[in-house]
């Protein structure tokens, strides 16, 4: 009888951390007044008949905004039982029968070879390994090496809460970055006779705070907006960038970190047709 999967978060797997800016405000305006024209989209700078000209667009507004990614580090580990059909050579020409342990296995022979077939339940652990930096606005755009290289290159401190206004509300939670882990681990075919365990542990769960200055440029003519983005680490230009309005008005905590994740308790993973119950604090032995 398969068992139900348990799903736990111990406190330590949650954890913020904050880059420091490296990018100055001033330098990132002058890159984005460089790259306005191309704010608006790449037909707009091909057409030779109506394209943006310098006189004609012109800076709305900018900001300096907070972006998150999340670190998601997980291990799925599995007991469970297989019953496999063994074929083992026998190399005696002459023997009729094996006996092993009060059994009786006839020999079978093809030609010049001859074997015995059992049935055996095999006693089975498996770990399986789930480690990936997620961008919190879910843009093709943004790489897990570029994240990596974030953490790799750049300065960042770690704080127990966090209070900004500027820091974007992510389309991404930490509900859903841990039901995407989830939903890979859970994936991952497990050929068993039946499940004795099935337990999926967050390592990680870290979120990574980064600096972004946008800024809203207007086509008077054509009456459009475009957006130029600065990355407050790198200095890299993005050109037709977002303008992200919604912003974390509560206070972060790990704590609130853990209850982003609340929500998948009892769900269905999905692709994984099997029920998760979500443990905020391990306090004492799960009874399976």
């Not at 998601?72 to 083992?88: I, K």
Request: aromatic letters at 10%.
């Amino acid at each position: 009888m398969n068992q139900q999967q348990i799903v736990s978060q111990p406190d330590s797997a949650n954890k913020i951390f904050v880059f420091d800016e490296v990018y100055p405000f001033r330098a990132a305006q002058e890159q984005a007044e460089k790259k306005k024209l191309n704010a608006f989209g790449l037909m707009a700078k091909l057409n030779p008949l109506n394209r943006p000209k310098e006189q004609t667009v012109q800076l709305v507004r900018y900001e300096q905004r907070l972006e998150l990614f999340w670190h998601v580090m997980a291990t799925r580990s599995v007991d469970y039982t297989c019953q496999l059909t063994y074929q083992v050579p026998v190399h005696n020409p002459y023997a009729q029968s094996l006996h092993i342990a009060g059994n009786v296995f006839d020999v079978a022979r093809q030609k010049d070879k001859a074997r015995i077939e059992f049935v055996a339940q095999e006693t089975c652990h498996r770990k399986l390994g789930f480690d990936r930096l997620m961008d919190g606005m879910q843009r093709d755009s943004v790489k897990p090496p570029q994240l990596a290289a974030y953490i790799n290159k750049y300065k960042y401190t770690e704080q127990d809460a966090l209070e900004c206004p500027e820091l974007v509300k992510p389309k991404l939670p930490l509900a859903g970055a841990i039901q995407v882990a989830s939903a890979a681990l859970t994936g991952e075919a497990i050929n068993a006779f039946d499940i004795q365990t099935d337990r999926i542990e967050f390592e990680r769960t870290y979120m990574y705070v980064r600096p972004v200055f946008a800024f809203e440029f207007k086509w008077t003519s054509a009456d459009k907006v475009g957006v130029i983005e600065v990355d407050g680490l790198t200095g890299e230009v993005v050109e037709n960038g977002d303008w992200f309005k919604d912003k974390v008005k509560e206070i972060i905590t790990r704590e609130t970190l853990m209850d982003l994740g609340a929500e998948v308790a009892g769900s269905f993973i999905p692709g994984g047709g099997v029920a998760v119950k979500l443990i905020g604090k391990i306090t004492a032995p799960t009874k399976v």
